[in-house]
């Protein structure tokens, strides 16, 4: 049987930093993921959130590992809600995580066919809670697949596929990480989850477009 543990990878820049050389340094095996990794800095720590298969009868629960420089935290959903089957965060796709005003925030895919958007805060990147309502439901938004986040100018920006048969490129934005506004470029199709990050102040983005070809585009940001 395939092992889908979490691998942790460094890359070292070589040849005047135009290759990498890369290796291994941790690999957590005791944990079945069912989604990639999102990643973040936080508080000088290192944060890991996927989805897993490793909790009977949850579909995707998340869990948690962390990495301060010296010591790593084994995976775990004890923060995630597994103290609360209502509150258990889970879902089939890559979640989004970025700092914004002193606070890691979580956006994810529901799990299941709906596909809302959910959203979830940590004020230490611990202990995890709704941003909105009882559960984290953020109903007028829908997600096509992972969504990867980024914050510039004090605003977060997740990209994103539109969640129906037009797989356009769709960029939301927040400057609470609460209350979001989303713009669709449909002359831009995502085959898959794209990645963000800053490059120059501007926000560049690489994807697989929905033509199965690769495809990169900076979207400048005012």
């Given at each position: 049987m395939a092992t889908r543990g979490l691998d942790v990878v460094t890359a070292t820049p070589i040849s005047g930093n135009v290759a990498y050389q890369f290796q291994l340094v941790k690999q957590f095996n005791s944990v079945q993921l069912t989604t990639a990794p999102g990643v973040a800095v936080f508080n000088g720590k290192l944060i890991y959130i996927f989805g897993t298969s490793s909790v009977s009868g949850i579909n995707n629960a998340f869990f948690e590992a962390t990495?301060?420089?010296?010591?790593w935290t084994e995976p775990s959903d004890a923060?995630?809600?597994a103290s609360n089957p209502n509150l258990r965060i889970a879902s089939a796709a890559q979640p989004a995580l970025a700092v914004l005003n002193g606070t890691l925030r979580m956006c994810t895919q529901q799990n299941n066919s709906q596909h809302n958007m959910f959203l979830y805060y940590s004020p230490d990147g611990v202990t995890w809670y709704p941003s909105v309502g009882?559960?984290?439901e953020y109903s007028a938004l829908q997600m096509g697949v992972g969504a990867t986040m980024v914050k510039i100018n004090n605003t977060l920006l997740l990209a994103n596929k539109q969640n129906n048969s037009n797989h356009a490129l769709l960029i939301f934005s927040s400057t609470d990480g609460v209350n979001w506004s989303d713009q669709e470029y449909p002359g831009i199709q995502v085959g898959w989850t794209p990645?963000?990050?800053l490059f120059n102040g501007d926000v560049s983005l690489l994807f697989t477009s929905g033509s199965e070809q690769p495809l990169s585009t900076d979207i400048a940001v005012q």
């Open positions: 990495f301060d420089g010296v010591n923060n995630l809600g009882m559960y984290g990645g963000i990050a």
